[in-house]
């Protein structure tokens, strides 16, 4: 009899794809590049919240429930790192640069919309104690807030795609202005925030067109995998992907 193949975190919320506006050469335009890099980032948060998803009911055991919350706060606090790197410098940098004072205004107002769900989420997860872990209870959290928050992951990349007619030497100033403040921060989970993320990017996605996401130095996977990853190793255990980028069977889907 063959056995049913588990779940993975390529759903149930559907993962975005490129096919109807990748280009052939990913850096013909800047434009391009950050669409596939926002893509990317977002595909890590929808991965992130499938594998709660499919591992938050099958969770009991006080130390696994621990371990699981935990990453619940980290998949807030990375979402969180992510939009303060957009609205404190992406979308201001853009909206300056192409003098469209509303160039940027849904994809702000978009986040407002889930913002207050997120906080709920990030409460749960950070205030409850193992043995007070519910799944009804978080799933309700969840289900009031992620619906917004997916349709703002799907409408911020058309906006960026829109930038084709704008100077390409601009764009990559802006985008680097970005990337550099959301790698360089000063804020002090982020060796947390890295081994959040780089357990949810797959590089094999789409036939590797993500392979160099996120673009750090070759050597951090190795840092964050076998120095930064040990304090938290039982919450990285629930991640779908290696610190690789390869996917892998989660514990508890």
Known sequence: MATEQKPWADGPLPLLDTTSWKSTDAKEHMSIQMGLEMVA??????????????????????????????????????????????????????????????????????????????????????????????WEDMKKIIDAFVPSLYAHLEAEVPTLLALRDYDNAELKKIWKRTEDYAKDNKDPRMKDIICFAIGNIDRTHEDGLHKNFPPFPFFVPYVAHYLWGRKHSGSWRLSPCDAWGQPRSMPFA
């Open 41 to 134: 980032a977002h595909n890590g948060m929808i991965r992130g919240m499938n594998a709660i998803c499919l591992q938050g009911p099958n969770i009991h055991d006080p130390q696994d429930v621990a371990d699981f919350l935990f990453f619940c706060q980290m998949w807030c606090v990375s979402l969180e790192h992510h939009h303060d790197s957009e609205e404190k410098f992406l979308f201001p940098d853009l909206t300056a640069y192409t003098g469209k004072p509303d160039l940027m205004s849904e994809n702000i107002e978009q986040h407002k919309t889930f913002h207050d769900g997120l906080d709920a989420f990030q409460n749960y997860a950070s205030e409850t104690a193992p043995e007070q872990y519910r």
